[in-house]
């Protein structure tokens, strides 16, 4: 762990508009606010941005007042395990998180993935995520990715609508992997009508089929193919409490805190016998890029959050031929003050 330093404290939120509006199973999101943290030591620079988690009320204004209430103890110096212990999961914990990672980066001109114990990085395959629609459109938005070897579909807990919208774009994009996230939208009464459904289409993965707290409707449940845990499972302690209901873990930034909490939750995932996904909340490139470090650790990566963003940062992460690729320009040792 990086020695604590004295540090200059920066902090501001974003609006970061989306390009359409999106839709999941309760929600249309038309912006995704952030919240960017800068650290200056005087020679080098850390930055985080973070999302918060709109389910639990964690929202930019409240990060602010989160960090601000934190001023001095962390311009005095503080390191990633202590943080841990002073933040709760979340976003503010997790924008802290990734700008000291970004400053012991910078401070020791070491790449984040090197302090993260990896030797090399590779360009990591991702999901393009098609918003709840109309079947028809939803078949048009998965055909209009031409690169896309992956995509995740956004369904709202209808059964026979979502089981329309699954058939409409296996039939546009017969080759393509396909998983499907509920987003809570299912009960014990409605996901058995849905799950033959997904089987037929060739469907790979099930995410957040039912309400967060309410994972107990999966126990009767057959699971035909892999159910993963988004908003069921935060952080580690929820992984310890939760696992055995779901086969996959998604760890996001944003849900659990940060970086350091991430990488934690994949050992752990691991040790469990879970498969491990990485996912963001739809921010841009500064959001995508310690998700990328994280998702050279996991099995299933949903990185294709600055695509919807009606303008990300330069210089940004890359998509090509159905991968996501992340420079060392982008977040770490080469970054400019």
Not at 50 to 56: D, I, L, R, S
Not at 285 to 313: E, M
Request: glycine share 8%; proline share 6%.
């Amino acid at each position: 762990m990086a020695e604590a330093v004295s540090v200059e404290l920066e902090l501001h939120n974003e609006p970061l508009p989306m390009s359409a509006p999106f839709r999941i199973a309760g929600h249309v999101f038309e912006a995704m606010p952030a919240t960017v943290v800068t650290l200056r030591d005087g020679a080098h620079v850390g930055r985080g941005e973070a999302a918060g988690v709109y389910y639990n009320d964690d929202h930019p204004d409240k990060m602010i007042a989160t960090l601000e209430a934190l001023r001095a103890r962390i311009e005095a110096g503080i390191d990633r395990d202590t943080l841990r212990t002073l933040l709760p999961a979340g976003g503010a914990r997790n924008a802290l998180d990734c700008a000291l990672w970004e400053l012991e980066s910078q401070r020791k001109g070491v790449p984040v993935w090197k302090l993260a114990g990896l030797e090399k990085v590779d360009r990591l395959l991702t999901t393009f995520t098609v918003g709840a629609d109309d079947p028809s459109v939803m078949a048009d938005r998965a055909a209009g990715y031409p690169q896309a070897r992956a995509l995740k579909l956004k369904l709202t807990g209808d059964p026979e609508l979502d089981g329309a919208r699954v058939r409409a774009v296996r039939a546009r994009c017969p080759q393509a992997w396909i998983g499907v996230d509920a987003n809570q939208g299912y009960n014990a009464a409605t996901l058995p009508s849905l799950l033959p459904v997904l089987i037929e289409a060739g469907v790979s993965l099930l995410e957040q089929p039912c309400v967060r707290g309410r994972e107990h409707i999966l126990d009767g449940i057959e699971r035909p193919l892999p159910f993963a845990a988004d908003e069921s499972i935060l952080d580690l302690a929820e992984l310890e409490a939760r696992h055995h209901r779901f086969d996959v873990i998604n760890i996001k930034l944003d849900k659990c805190g940060g970086l350091t909490e991430g990488l934690l939750m994949a050992r752990r995932a691991r040790e469990l016998g879970k498969k491990v996904m990485v996912g963001n909340m739809c921010g841009t490139s500064l959001a995508a890029a310690p998700a990328f470090v994280l998702g050279q650790f996991c099995d299933i990566v949903d990185l294709d959050g600055p695509i919807f963003l009606v303008k990300d940062r330069t210089p940004s992460v890359r998509y090509e031929d159905g991968y996501i690729t992340c420079g060392d320009e982008v977040w770490g040792p080469k970054t400019l003050a």
